[in-house]
């Protein structure tokens, strides 16, 4: 599969199942899409402020309540495997994305695949292993959070210096090597736990190591 981002702002994402599965996927698309979650039941979990209907649809209705909805994306994310099944094709011929979420490494997960995710904005990091090894992709969440925990402060940083040097008539080649000697100095990283102004200082001075100061 081919990682990408899509922009989900404006549109309709449908969960089909209210468990504790049902109910992270519906966390994940709330903070930028419309979640509707359609379950009998629902999980004593937090839904992100997602819609939720209760109802226990079978595998005859899912075209009509896919239709009904008008989803981008729906998520199968029931134990039943058939009314998994129903969704996945009804979405399908509607034209929406679709989403498995069943628990099993050797089953078709639709054509999209919601990865490990890192959010330190403007930095956005993606993890998947094709569902086979979900505890592999927490476990380099969790590394990538403890190695690059200012991952956001550094693309601010980084950005603003890139733009002050092209605007101070630095040559490309020049910026490019300044901004990635910044991005691999350990001393800036570590200037960033104080806070963005110092990250920045320390970014400038390190810059001023390199062969014809860029400062």
Known sequence: MIPLMHDFEGETVLVVGGGPVGARKARTFATEASVVVLSPEFADRAFGGAERVRAAPTP????????????????????DPDLND?????????????????DHGDQSFGNVVVPATVRDDPVTL????????????????????????NAGLMAAVVGDLREDLRERGVPPAERRDAVRFVVRSREVWKALDSGRSKGEQVARDVIGELPGDQT
């Not at 009509?64 to 029931?78: F, G, Q, Y």
């Not at 129903?86 to 069943?102: I, M, P």
């Not at 569902?131 to 592999?136: I, N, Q, S, Y």
């Open 126 to 149: 993606a993890i998947a292993t094709g569902g086979r090894a979900p505890a592999l992709s927490k476990h380099l969440r969790e590394q990538f959070e403890d190695e690059f925990g």
């Open 86 to 102: 129903a969704f996945s094709t009804a979405a399908k011929d509607h034209g929406a994305l679709v989403n498995r979420a069943d």
């Open 60 to 79: 005859e209705e899912a075209r009509d309540w896919v239709e009904r909805i008008d989803p981008a994306l729906v998520v199968a994310a029931t134990d």
